[in-house]
């Protein structure tokens, strides 16, 4: 009788081993609510994920280490800073009202094309590494001063330079139409300059060179 309960016990007290054990690994491996506050002097530091499902309010600085993915929008209520380069991979919105500034401290460049559907302001200097066209219907203006040939025009509204003979052309696309200048005369006439083949005969200039003679006449060139 005596062997019977000694055995007994020792089964009842494996038994009450397992299930502690048991108990205490369902509470560590299984999700914890708690429906108050968490307040901590110290670091809280989550090992896995976590989902936070209201508001998140950060008095201090937050920083993340990792990748950040955000399915909703990113919204700053003040200065948004960035150390780093930024990359968008979608379309970009700057600005919700035509008073919005749009300020770039550095070089801007792009290796696509440049669409401006409105009016573009420069207030500096312009540098065209490579081409620069319009469409047929569109127009180039400038209120100060253009230069070909230099990146600091002269105080003239037009002007051209190179290290070599400095050469202005004037082409047209049309057939037998040719070039032509326009100028404005003393008297708010208009004049227009183009060269006079004299019916295609070249005429001899008192310097004894052959060649056409410029005309000068009242009239725009279109």
């Known amino acids: 009788m005596r062997k019977f309960f000694s055995k007994k016990n020792i089964f009842s007290n494996i038994a009450s081993i397992v299930l502690s054990l048991t108990l205490v690994a369902s509470i560590t491996f299984a999700s914890t609510t708690i ?3 968490i307040s901590t002097d110290g670091t809280l530091a989550v090992t896995g994920a976590s989902t936070l499902t209201g508001a998140v309010a950060a008095a201090g600085a937050l920083t993340v280490t990792g990748l950040t993915t ?6 700053a209520s003040s200065t948004a800073l960035f150390g780093g380069a930024v990359t968008a991979y979608g379309a970009v919105t700057l600005g919700d009202a035509a008073a919005d500034a749009i300020v770039i401290t550095g070089n801007a460049s792009t290796t696509n094309a440049l669409t401006v559907g409105g009016v573009l302001y420069i207030t500096g200097n312009t540098v065209f590494g490579g081409n620069a066209t ?3 219907a569109g127009n180039f203006g400038t209120l100060g001063k253009i230069g ?4 600091t025009p002269t105080t003239l509204e037009l002007s051209a330079e190179s290290s070599a003979t400095t050469t202005i052309a004037a082409f047209s696309s049309g057939t037998l139409k040719g070039g032509c200048i326009q100028l404005e005369g003393p008297n ?4 227009r300059m183009y060269v006079g083949t004299g019916g295609g005969v070249a005429t001899t200039t008192p310097s004894g060179a ?3 003679v410029a005309v000068f006449e009242p009239g725009s060139c279109k």
């Not at 070909?148 to 990146?151: I, L, Q």
């Open 210 to 212: 052959a060649g056409f």
């Open 148 to 151: 070909s040939g230099t990146t």
């Open 70 to 75: 955000l399915n909703g929008q990113l919204q």
């Open 134 to 136: 319009t469409s047929s």
């Open 188 to 191: 708010d006439t208009m004049y």
């Open 35 to 37: 429906s108050t506050n």
